[in-house]
């Protein structure tokens, strides 16, 4: 993190451990905050890769499950980088800035994507960096969050993944499950004119906080104990309109297309609700109560502690099991709920 914004937010009362941000002094407010009230978060905690150059579009548009000829300065894009067996080395959002993409994923596979992608740069005019520093991001929730913007910057974006620049800051709306979200990148000076002016109505939340929203919405995460896991369809990609099947070729482009024309999704996306003390961690085995322990019947993508005492999470589970009882770790393990998530997904039923 930039120390100049390090200080700004711990100007904020946020608390550090080392150079993560941790909370703004009481984790436990800030979760039933950020569910039910206006809240800001600083973004830092999310990696992000730039990749620039006059061969950008066309090499980016042969690499990845959504069309990024879609993408531009008014509009943004949920995508992913597979292998060539279809398996989601990241998910990420794709914006352009001037003439620029910015990926924006879990820190955890900036790397990988960075080294996969430049192993098929071969000629192509393309730069590929890690890109983190070079702008400040924060997001902003809540019942009010479009007044809010309303006043501070005169307008909004109204649809999903639209996209405007106002006031030297791009914003970004974004998937949610009941409140208004957006999300903002810019320089350090727009941004903390813009941070001040929302700080007046909305508690800033540290980085769980954002997380639990992005559960609570339905938008995966990929980490690195769940890389090379999940078909694009199975974290429900085609549902968030991340993934274009009328485009060319891409890695993994045959599995995700065959699951898409030739067969049912058997796989997908699920949010619970899970009891215990114990945090399910990504990757770890969700059971139907009467399974085998030997044959898990899904795992667990992300999750976090709600305000309700259970763990919100998504996991990818099969459907035939998802109407059984579940348990999380073991077939006798933590009870898991279902939760209904706020859209529906195509080919599942």
Request: glycine share 10%; with cysteine.
């Amino acid at each position: 993190m930039r120390d100049d914004w390090k200080k700004h937010l711990i100007d904020a009362g946020a608390e550090f451990e080392g150079d993560l941000l941790r909370d703004f002094g009481n984790a436990e407010r800030e979760r039933r905050v950020a569910v039910n009230g206006d809240v800001i978060c600083d973004l830092s905690h999310r990696g992000l890769l730039e990749v620039r150059g006059k061969g950008a579009q066309s090499f980016l548009q042969g690499q990845f499950g959504n069309d990024i000829r879609e993408v531009s300065e008014t509009r943004s894009q949920l995508s992913s980088f597979s292998s060539p067996k279809g398996r989601a080395y990241a998910v990420f959002r794709v914006m352009l800035d001037r003439d620029a993409y910015l990926l924006e994923m879990n820190p955890g596979q900036v790397e990988t994507v960075r080294k996969r992608l430049a192993m098929f740069v071969m000629r192509a005019e393309v730069v590929i960096e890690n890109a983190e520093d070079s702008r400040i991001r924060f997001g902003l929730s809540g019942p009010t969050a479009e007044q809010q913007l309303a006043a501070a910057l005169g307008t909004f974006p109204t649809e999903i993944n639209d996209v405007l620049s106002r006031k030297g800051v791009s914003v970004v709306r974004v998937q949610h499950m009941v409140h208004p979200r957006f999300e903002f990148a810019g320089e350090i000076d727009a941004c903390r004119s813009l941070w001040n002016d929302l700080n007046v109505h909305s508690a800033p939340v540290g980085p769980e906080g954002w997380r639990l929203l992005d559960i609570l919405a339905g938008v995966p995460t990929i980490y690195p104990e769940t890389s090379e896991t999940f078909v694009p369809q199975m974290v429900n990609l085609h549902a968030l309109n991340g993934i274009s099947f009328k485009k060319g070729c891409y890695p993994g482009q045959e599995v995700v297309a065959r699951m898409h024309y030739l067969g049912k999704l058997k796989r997908r996306m699920f949010r619970l609700a899970i009891e215990g003390q114990e945090r399910p961690m990504p990757g770890s085995p969700v059971y139907r109560a009467s399974g085998d322990p030997g044959q898990p019947d899904g795992e667990i993508v992300d999750a976090v502690m709600h305000p309700d005492g259970l763990y919100a999470a998504l996991a990818v589970v099969q459907i035939a099991a998802s109407e059984e009882p579940l348990r999380w770790g073991s077939p006798d393990g933590s009870a898991a709920h279902v939760i209904p998530l706020p859209y529906t997904v195509p080919g599942s039923a």
